[in-house]
């Protein structure tokens, strides 16, 4: 059984559509896992990559991981990493190689595939000459490093499960980042990409439909996950306000994660400006990306505008404390394409949520049931929405309570990956590698 945004859902498993070798039960597996992103980030794909893969290595598999340096979101890799050398490490029982890459410093349409071209081209012969796998597993995004995934698994009979995050390709699109002419011309690759893998998750609901409609697979909803003990409602204020300087009776406006173009956080800091005059408000934004500079600029002479680095993971659960109200705001067209990570630890830390998304977004579903959701860009809807659950202390207290139910039932870390290495097994399982 896999977990559903909304309920639990079964799926059909894999070797009642293909075929098994054997019958089904548990088999210690080799797992090659090319990724772009892993481990030593603390927002996006790289977390929750690796910690699924430290839960196969913990449930007695062989991984070995193929990945970039640490460099999201800050856009720069970290010490003591570096752009030029590869580097050998062992993490969590896994073996890690990371490779080198070319990262810009102000990333654009024609640079972002510049750099994933890089990683692509880096990563290459390690992926290829790697030691036998029974699967190899590949995330979106990226789609870079796929086709040399797809080329080794076929010299080693393996299959390939691909787990997409981001509609990466649709997104760009959207956004108008690139060209027509090339987003048209990635996404034929991407469809060929699918077509080639053994199995394929994502999760949303929203993705999965939208996926469904490109292959003919069984898409199963793997939603990013919470450890509900690490991050849980604490009793007082949060040790983050005394170390802070912010008085308990400041209303502090949250939002914590990457700052890129398709968060649309442009409305926050317009928001601030039309809330500028109200006492004991604050704005809080935590995070790095590509539009932190940019963002820093508007909310210059803004006395209730704050930017702090990121936090890190060991202390999630006091900063996340720190929001009377968090946001999360995405930019118009990409709502369905992406599902933001940082709602999971919203909503089990139970605060409330402002999401500024269109109405038939899946966020927008979500966030009514802990908070309210605005339409992308409305920067006056934003603080009116803002005014209106700050006034209310008992609301924001019962929003926030069914977050932690919603996240209780739907998003345990102790669901959703003991459900994830059952379904590696239905793939290693597989008699048939797509060809």
Aim: net charge neutral; charged share 20%.
């Amino acid at each position: 059984m896999i977990v559903k945004l909304d309920d639990a859902v079964s799926f059909t498993p894999l070797r009642e559509l293909y075929g098994s070798t054997k019958q089904s039960g548990w088999r210690k597996l080799n797992i090659l896992m090319p990724v772009l992103n892993f481990g030593a980030e603390e927002t996006g794909v790289g977390r929750y990559t690796y910690e699924m893969a430290c839960s196969f290595s913990q449930a007695g598999h062989n991984v070995r991981v193929i990945c970039a340096p640490p460099y999201y979101p800050w856009w720069k890799v970290q010490k003591p990493y570096s752009s030029w050398c590869p580097r050998r490490e062992r993490l969590e029982g896994m073996d890690v190689l990371r490779m080198p890459l070319y990262v810009p410093r102000k990333p654009n349409g024609l640079r972002r595939l510049i750099h994933l071209s890089s990683i692509a081209l880096s990563s290459l012969l390690p992926v290829l000459t790697a030691w036998r796998a029974d699967v190899i597993w590949i995330a979106q995004p990226s789609l870079a490093l796929a086709p040399a995934a797809l080329l080794a698994a076929r010299r080693m009979k393996a299959n390939v499960w691909m787990h997409v995050q981001d509609l990466e390709v649709s997104a760009a699109e959207r956004l108008g980042v690139l060209p027509t002419v090339v987003t048209d011309a990635i996404a034929t690759i991407e469809s060929s990409i699918y077509g080639h893998c053994a199995a394929i998750s994502t999760i949303s609901s929203a993705m999965r439909t939208q996926l469904e409609t490109r292959c003919l697979h069984e898409i199963p909803l793997f939603p990013n996950w919470v450890d509900l003990d690490q991050i849980k409602p604490i009793k007082g204020p949060s040790p983050y306000r005394s170390e802070l300087g912010i008085s308990d009776d400041t209303m502090v406006v949250l939002y914590s994660g990457n700052m890129g173009e398709k968060q649309g956080l442009d409305i926050v800091v317009q928001a601030a400006h039309l809330l500028k005059d109200e006492p004991r408000m604050l704005f809080l934004l935590a995070g790095q990306g590509a539009v932190r500079t940019r963002l820093e600029e508007q909310a210059r002479g803004l006395g209730n505008v704050r930017f702090l680095p990121l936090q890190p993971s060991e202390r999630m659960g006091d900063f996340l404390a720190l929001g009377d109200i968090h946001l999360v705001p995405q930019k118009a067209g990409v709502g369905n394409l992406v599902m933001p990570s940082k709602m999971t630890g919203i909503l089990s830390a139970a605060k409330p949520v402002i999401a500024a998304c269109e109405a038939d977004d899946e966020l927008a579903t979500i966030a009514k049931e802990c908070g309210m959701a605005i339409l992308p860009g409305d920067a006056r809807a934003l603080a009116d929405t803002i005014l209106q659950m700050a006034a209310s202390p008992e609301a924001r207290r019962a929003l926030g309570m069914a977050g932690r139910i919603f996240a209780q039932k739907n998003l345990s870390n102790q669901v959703i990956l003991p459900n994830m290495e059952d379904f590696l097994q239905e793939v290693a399982a597989l008699r048939r590698v797509p060809a």
